[in-house]
């Protein structure tokens, strides 16, 4: 113990507060990116020195209680909020948002498997569905009958103008397609048919928060996050989707500037105790400073 230890204490107050900050920013930087959850930040004491153990009633003896010093604060936890977030609607087919729990399935060109809120699709020159980023959204394909192949995941397909045999015999082109609540993407025809494209599937963990978060507003999973199960938009507690429309940040702009402030004064505080502890030093061992 002494004036070293209190600038040690000063300091870890000081590297907590910065952490703060950073979370913040990056809150911040992303208040208006689709799907985004915020972060947040959990502080926890370190060990403190313990001065005495104390003392029972006895013979003699009161009793004291446990004499201890803390010695600063450590980042216990840098977990993620993931609450639902405002959705709007657009005009957009390829737009969709998740109305509870879940995320959606994507593959990029390496073949991993990546979990995203942000469903801002498009359909590629091969007719998929894509992320911004070329990264393929899955679910389960269709087969030559029209049938949904339930075997496996693949990247999900919409070939506007295609054709297939219509009522009649005659060629019936693929003109529009849309997206139901339960994940069916339903291709509308020239003959005034619709046709079943293929099914859309959603991943849910059992801990969200132990998801490793990854450019692209995507996640993966790891052993904190567990093994995704995948299922149908609207079973087992799975969220809906939304149609033509976009969830927003879920990041709370008044909340995010009230701990910048918090952060700001814990970062001084501590800052002025740092002083405080070597201006002090100073004086004990250059006193003709003074």
Do not use: C
């Amino acid at each position: 113990m002494g004036l070293l230890t209190v600038m040690n204490t000063a300091l870890s107050g000081m590297s907590a507060a910065t952490t703060l900050i950073d979370v913040t920013a990056d809150n911040l930087a992303n208040l208006q990116t689709p799907g985004f959850k915020a972060g947040s930040v959990h502080f926890a004491t370190l060990a403190p020195q313990t001065v005495s153990l104390g003392s029972a009633v006895g013979r003699g003896s009161a009793g004291a209680n446990p004499i201890q010093i803390g010695s600063g604060v450590q980042v216990a936890a840098a977990d993620r909020d993931f609450s639902q977030g405002p959705i709007v609607t657009s005009d957009q087919p390829g737009l969709l948002a998740l109305e509870g729990e879940g995320f959606f399935i994507v593959q990029g060109s390496d073949g991993v498997r990546r979990y995203t809120r942000d469903g801002q699709f498009r359909l590629n020159a091969d007719g998929e569905l894509v992320t911004a980023e070329g990264d393929r959204l899955l679910g389960f394909g269709v087969d030559a009958l029209g049938n949904v192949d339930h075997s496996q995941l693949v990247p999900l397909t919409v070939h506007l103008g295609s054709s297939v045999v219509g009522a009649g015999g005659s060629p019936a082109i693929l003109q529009s397609y849309a997206v139901s609540r339960d994940g069916r993407i339903v291709g509308q025809y020239s003959d005034g048919v619709s046709r079943t494209l293929g099914q859309l599937r959603l991943a849910r963990f059992a801990n969200p928060a132990g998801l490793l978060a990854r450019a692209g507003n995507k996640f993966e999973a790891t052993s904190a996050s567990g093994m995704p199960t995948d299922s149908d938009p609207g079973a087992a507690g799975t969220a809906q989707v939304v149609a033509g429309a976009s969830e927003l940040s879920n990041v709370d702009l008044g909340h995010e500037l009230i701990e910048l402030t918090l952060a700001r004064n814990m970062f001084q505080a501590n800052l002025l105790v740092f002083h405080t502890a070597d201006t002090l030093l100073g004086e004990m061992f250059f006193p003709w400073r003074r």
